[in-house]
């Protein structure tokens, strides 16, 4: 995995640019928890993997650019797609996933 190690530095309000830098950190925490929860469980398939694996990659996306809101809203709704999922099958990685749902709102990215 791989994201960006510093916050938004067009922040100007010091107090902001401390909760980017937390909620930045917080979701690259929850994602290294989610990957390593479904790697601890043997019944995820190969395609939810993948898809988390995708959500991974857009999330690093957003983190690293300047997005529009579209491409945020897609990335919200991919999250929203994948807690659905795992919500009866792994409850743990869903209670992550919801938590990396709630990083990304606090981002606003």
């Not at 640019?17 to 790697?39: I, N």
């Amino acid at each position: 995995m791989k994201f960006c190690d510093s916050a938004i530095s067009d922040t100007k309000d010091p107090d902001e640019a401390g909760k980017q830098t937390m909620s930045d950190q917080q979701l690259r925490d929850l994602l290294a928890r989610l990957h390593q929860e479904l790697e601890n469980t043997d019944e995820v398939d190969a395609e939810t993997l993948e898809l988390v694996r995708e959500l991974d990659t857009e999330i690093n996306r957003l983190v690293e650019s300047e997005p529009g809101s579209d491409e945020f809203d897609n990335v919200m709704d991919q999250a929203k797609a994948i807690e659905t999922r795992f919500a009866l099958d792994f409850p743990v990685a869903e209670r992550f996933l919801r938590e990396i749902i709630d990083a990304l709102a606090k981002v606003g990215i």
